[in-house]
């Protein structure tokens, strides 16, 4: 068993649209900070809660001329108000807005003034809202098999598309039982499917990607898109 970051995106939070674009999002204000300054593209669009404090969440589009859809907008709504201090807060619905990625997001701060690690500036007119976008996240567990090597690895992703990026996947909303009991819940979950589960992922794997007191809508099935699939629509 292999478990481990192999690809670029694999640092960040990651997910792909049903209309097939790539997202990427920051796990901390350090990993925010890192995909502004060298990721985020001008024609890429900038996804953020309503709210301080939550993950940067960029859709990563081919060029200028690259469109989106509004589902693609909503689902990387739903991921960003997840990964935001709402869930803690116990919210269920949350407001998000979106920019043009590099032509309207900086760090650089108006005279005078200091942007802390994560901050930044948006200039000009927000590009749209989405309203009440809603606090949901699928965490999965997905298998691949490379040469004689099977890989394990965690996924998270909005519920509309969590089946098509992992093989065994569970639907979290905010509630009342601890972050860490739910962790311990989804682990006993996963390695009660998949063999060899325990030796290459942890429970603190599965707590890093719980955003907090949750509920736990039962254990499912997905069928996964190809890897090599999911590794081109990153280019």
């Known amino acids: 068993m292999i478990y481990g970051a192999r690809e670029w995106f694999e640092r960040f939070r990651w997910f792909v649209t049903s209309g097939g674009k790539f997202v990427i ?9 890192v995909i502004v300054r060298h990721y985020l593209r001008p024609w890429d ?5 309503d709210i301080p404090g939550g993950s940067v969440v960029i859709i990563r589009l081919a060029g200028p001329n690259d469109g989106f859809s509004d589902r693609d907008i909503q689902e990387a709504a739903q991921y960003a108000v997840s990964y935001s201090r709402a869930w803690a ?5 949350l407001d998000a807005f979106y920019v043009r990625g590099g032509e309207q997001v900086t760090k650089r ?20 809202w989405i309203r009440n976008a809603e606090l949901s996240l699928g965490v999965g567990v997905r298998i691949d098999s490379l ?17 098509s990026l992992s093989s065994y996947y569970v639907i979290l909303r905010p509630g009342t039982k601890d972050r860490v009991n739910v962790s311990r819940e989804i682990y006993d979950l996963f390695r009660g499917k998949v063999t060899g589960f325990t030796k290459v992922i942890n429970l ?3 707590v890093d990607v719980v955003p907090g007191p949750s509920i736990i809508e039962g254990v499912y099935e997905g069928n996964p898109r190809p890897w090599n699939e999911l590794r081109d629509l990153a280019k």
């Open 25 to 33: 999002a920051g796990r901390d204000a350090t990993q925010n900070e």
């Open 109 to 128: 701060a108006p005279s005078g003034e200091y942007l802390g690690k994560g901050s930044f500036m948006i200039y000009g007119t927000r590009g749209g």
């Open 89 to 93: 807060m116990g919210l269920s619905v």
């Open 147 to 163: 040469n004689n090597s099977t890989l394990v690895r965690l996924i998270t992703a909005p519920p509309s598309v969590i089946g």
């Open 45 to 49: 669009i900038f996804v953020h809660a």
């Open 204 to 206: 603190s794997h599965i």
